[in-house]
C-alpha cells in the first residue's frame, strides 16, 4: 500500500497508517479539497442494491410471499459472491487487504472518534472496514442458511432436500436470528455514518453516490478497474450463484 505525506502532519504517523492525511486544525486548509474517484459503479451499485435487497427481503417475509423471498435471496447471494469476487480482483478502495488493517489500528482510530478531527482517510475508515467485512459475512451465512430453508410447511428454500426436517428447521431458527443480528449492524452503521456528519461534518453518503471523495491535496488517486472486468466479475457470480443453487 502506498502513502501520503500530510503538510500539517509527523512523517512517522504517515507511515503507520497508510494512505490518509492529517487532518488541519486551520479553517482555510479545511476548505482546500480535491475530488477524488474513490468508489467504482461496481461498489456503489453493489451497496445500494443491498440496502434494497435487505428491505424487500423483510417485507417479502413478513407477508409471507416465499417465492419472491427466495428470489430476492438467490439475487443477493450473486450480489454478495460478486462483492468478495471484488475484495480481491476490484478496484483498490474495494479490496479486502485495504479493509482489514489491523485491530489495533481500528481500536485506536475508534477511540480517537470524537476528540478531534483526526486523518482523513481514502475510501473506508480502519473501523468502516472491519464493519463491511462483518456485514457481508452476517449477510452471507443468512442467504446460505436460507437456501435449506423447510419449516414443515412450506419447503421454499432451493436446497432443503440435501439435509432432514429437523436440520432444516435449525437453520430456519438461525435464520431468523442471523437477521436480527444484520439489523442490529446496519442500525449501528447508520449511526455512524449520522455521527460523522454531526461531529466531523463528512458526508459520508455522497461519495457512495457519485463515488467522488473530496480529500485534501496530495492523496494519491487509487486504481480504479474497467467496466470490462466488472462485468466479468459479474458474470463469474452469476455463474457460480447459479451452480450452488442447483447443487
Given at each position: 500500500?502506498?502513502?501520503?505525506?500530510?503538510?500539517?502532519?509527523?512523517?512517522?504517523?504517515a507511515k503507520k497508517e497508510p494512505m490518509l492525511d492529517k487532518a488541519?486544525?486551520?479553517?482555510?486548509?479545511?476548505?482546500?479539497?480535491?475530488?477524488?474517484?474513490?468508489?467504482?459503479?461496481?461498489?456503489r451499485i453493489f451497496h445500494w442494491s443491498i440496502v434494497s435487497l435487505v428491505i424487500a427481503a423483510y417485507v417479502t417475509s413478513r407477508y409471507n410471499w416465499m417465492t419472491w423471498h427466495v428470489r430476492l435471496g438467490q439475487l443477493t447471494l450473486t450480489l454478495?459472491?460478486?462483492?468478495?469476487?471484488?475484495?480481491?480482483?476490484?478496484?483498490?478502495?474495494?479490496r479486502f487487504r485495504r479493509l482489514l488493517v489491523r485491530p489495533s489500528v481500528a481500536l485506536a482510530y475508534t477511540r480517537r472518534f470524537f476528540s478531534h478531527a483526526g486523518p482523513t482517510y481514502l475510501g473506508h475508515t480502519p473501523g468502516g472496514g472491519w464493519m463491511v467485512v462483518a456485514l457481508i459475512l452476517v449477510l452471507s451465512t443468512q442467504v446460505l442458511t436460507g437456501l435449506y430453508a423447510y419449516n414443515d410447511v412450506a419447503q421454499v428454500g432451493p436446497l432443503f432436500g440435501i439435509f432432514s426436517a429437523d436440520t432444516s428447521n435449525t437453520l430456519v431458527s438461525v435464520h431468523e436470528k442471523l437477521f436480527t443480528l444484520l439489523i442490529s449492524f446496519v442500525a449501528i452503521h447508520i449511526a455512524v455514518v449520522a455521527l460523522y456528519w454531526i461531529v466531523k461534518r463528512q458526508n459520508l453518503v455522497r461519495p457512495m453516490l457519485t463515488g467522488i471523495q473530496y480529500l485534501p491535496p496530495g492523496f494519491?488517486?487509487?486504481?480504479?478497474?474497467?467496466?470490462?472486468?466488472?462485468?466479468?466479475?459479474?458474470?463469474?457470480?452469476?455463474?457460480?450463484?447459479?451452480?450452488?443453487?442447483?447443487?
Open positions: 500500500m502506498t502513502y501520503t505525506r500530510s503538510m500539517n502532519s509527523c512523517h512517522h504517523i488541519s486544525k486551520s479553517p482555510s486548509a479545511e476548505t482546500v479539497r480535491e475530488p477524488v474517484h474513490v468508489w467504482d459503479w461496481s461498489v454478495l459472491i460478486f462483492r468478495i469476487l471484488l475484495g480481491f480482483w476490484g478496484s483498490e478502495t474495494a494519491e488517486k487509487p486504481r480504479i478497474i474497467s467496466a470490462r472486468r466488472a462485468l466479468s466479475l459479474f458474470l463469474c457470480s452469476v455463474i457460480i450463484a447459479t451452480l450452488i443453487c442447483q447443487l
